[in-house]
């Protein structure tokens, strides 16, 4: 089964380089596919590379027609939130209508095997926590909206053309490879570690506290952190699954324990030993006050268990990187 040729797109990206890495380290046959709009060529640690978007029609032919492709992980959407509600066509025609044209290629060649990186986004404001899969799911942005349009879209395919897919729907990824090769590079950082760990290094003057009237135990918002490892891992599950004949399924991933932002500035500070000053500013509109996974179904099903549970471990693995990355920039 290892011999099985792998499409990654997005394979460039924060989740999808380490993907790529584990695919390999994994015995598996990888091509990337990815624009570089938000990637990094550098971070692809091997196998071969094509530099094109998910949507472009004449590419995927020509890819699809020279390779043979057992399997698709696509991790190639936008992901702003904030950016989402000021461009939503951006998104609905990055997220939606080129993962559409995706989706025809690989029905036109036979691929019916596909893993989907999903997001907590599509639940919403949360009714209950955890949050499990069967949460009602009426996200609150156009990210979110575009996600959940995509596992319609799934359904359907599966339905019509015999489409297999898993989406793993993420709640806060974190955290880089123990090697410290590869790791979170973003131009436009919006998540809580890195902005945290930028403080650390001197990047930024300080972090910002958006909001602490909430109702959690310090007053602020309190997020579940998932080491980014532990989610490749659960791809490997998926794809293992789906290459074994099995059903498509979606899943949430998370340690199914929450840490609030007051926590985990003091949790950074206490691996870099460095003061990171914080400020408080005023509570952004939407954020939930918590944001729990329930993660039990895909532990039954697929055996996953996080490796990474503890969020300090988690934020060392991310500190070890982004020292180096001070350094790149």
Same mark, same amino acid.
């Given at each position: 089964?290892?011999?099985?040729?792998?499409?990654?797109?997005?394979?460039?990206?924060?989740?999808?380089?380490?993907?790529?890495?584990?695919?390999?380290?994994?015995?598996?046959?990888?091509?990337?596919?990815?624009?570089?709009?938000?990637?990094?060529?550098?971070?692809?640690?091997?196998?071969?590379?094509?530099?094109?978007?998910?949507?472009?029609?004449?590419?995927?032919?020509?890819?699809?027609?020279?390779?043979?492709?057992?399997?698709? !992980?696509?991790?190639?959407?936008?992901?702003?939130?904030?950016?989402?509600?000021?461009?939503?066509?951006?998104?609905?025609?990055?997220? !939606?209508?080129?993962?559409?044209?995706?989706?025809?290629? !690989?029905?036109?060649?036979?691929?019916?095997?596909?893993?989907?990186?999903?997001?907590?986004?599509?639940?919403?404001?949360?009714?209950?926590?955890?949050?499990?899969?069967?949460?009602?799911?009426?996200?609150?942005?156009?990210?979110?909206?575009?996600?959940?349009?995509?596992?319609?879209?799934?359904?359907?395919?599966?339905?019509?053309?015999?489409?297999?897919?898993?989406?793993?729907?993420?709640?806060?990824?974190?955290?880089?490879?123990?090697?410290?090769?590869?790791?979170?590079?973003?131009?436009?950082?919006?998540?809580?570690?890195?902005?945290?760990?930028?403080?650390?290094?001197?990047?930024?003057?300080?972090?910002?506290?958006?909001?602490?009237?909430?109702?959690?135990?310090?007053?602020?918002?309190?997020?579940?952190?998932?080491?980014?490892?532990?989610?490749?891992?659960?791809?490997?599950?998926?794809?293992?699954?789906?290459?074994?004949?099995?059903?498509?399924?979606?899943?949430?991933?998370?340690?199914?324990?929450?840490?609030?932002?007051?926590?985990?500035?003091?949790?950074?500070?206490?691996?870099?030993?460095?003061?990171?000053?914080?400020?408080?500013?005023?509570?952004?509109?939407?954020?939930?006050?918590?944001?729990?996974?329930?993660?039990?179904?895909?532990?039954?099903?697929?055996?996953?268990?996080?490796?990474?549970?503890?969020?300090?471990?988690?934020?060392?693995?991310?500190?070890?990187?982004?020292?180096?990355?001070?350094?790149?920039?």
């Amino acid at each position: 089964m290892k011999n099985e040729k792998i499409l990654v797109v997005g394979g460039a990206g924060y989740i999808g380089s380490h993907m790529v890495k584990d695919l390999l380290d994994s015995g598996y046959a990888v091509i990337t596919l990815d624009d570089l709009s938000t990637g990094h060529r550098e971070l692809v640690t091997g196998g071969e590379f094509i530099e094109g978007g998910l949507g472009d029609r004449v590419l995927l032919e020509r890819l699809f027609s020279t390779h043979k492709i057992s399997a698709v !992980m696509h991790f190639a959407a936008f992901s702003l939130v904030g950016e989402s509600v000021e461009e939503p066509l951006k998104y609905y025609r990055n997220n !939606m209508a080129a993962t559409a044209e995706l989706l025809d290629s !690989m029905i036109r060649h036979n691929v019916t095997r596909f893993i989907f990186s999903s997001t907590a986004a599509v639940y919403g404001e949360p009714v209950e926590i955890p949050i499990t899969e069967n949460h009602p799911r009426n996200p609150t942005n156009p990210y979110g909206k575009s996600k959940i349009a995509v596992e319609r879209m799934l359904k359907d395919c599966d339905f019509a053309y015999g489409l297999k897919y898993i989406s793993l729907r993420y709640f806060n990824a974190s955290g880089a490879d123990e090697s410290g090769k590869i790791g979170e590079r973003h131009s436009n950082e919006t998540h809580l570690i890195p902005l945290v760990l930028e403080v650390a290094t001197g990047q930024r003057e300080n972090i910002k506290i958006f909001g602490t009237s909430y109702p959690t135990p310090d007053g602020t918002c309190i997020r579940d952190y998932i080491h980014v490892s532990d989610l490749t891992k659960a791809h490997l599950l998926a794809l293992n699954a789906l290459l074994s004949g099995g059903d498509s399924e979606a899943y949430n991933l998370g340690n199914n324990r929450g840490y609030s932002v007051r926590e985990v500035i003091e949790l950074a500070r206490k691996v870099t030993g460095k003061p990171i000053p914080a400020i408080e500013a005023d509570k952004r509109p939407g954020d939930p006050a918590v944001l729990i996974a329930g993660s039990d179904k895909i532990k039954k099903a697929l055996g996953w268990k996080p490796d990474y549970e503890d969020l300090e471990t988690i934020i060392k693995t991310a500190w070890v990187w982004h020292q180096k990355e001070a350094t790149y920039t």
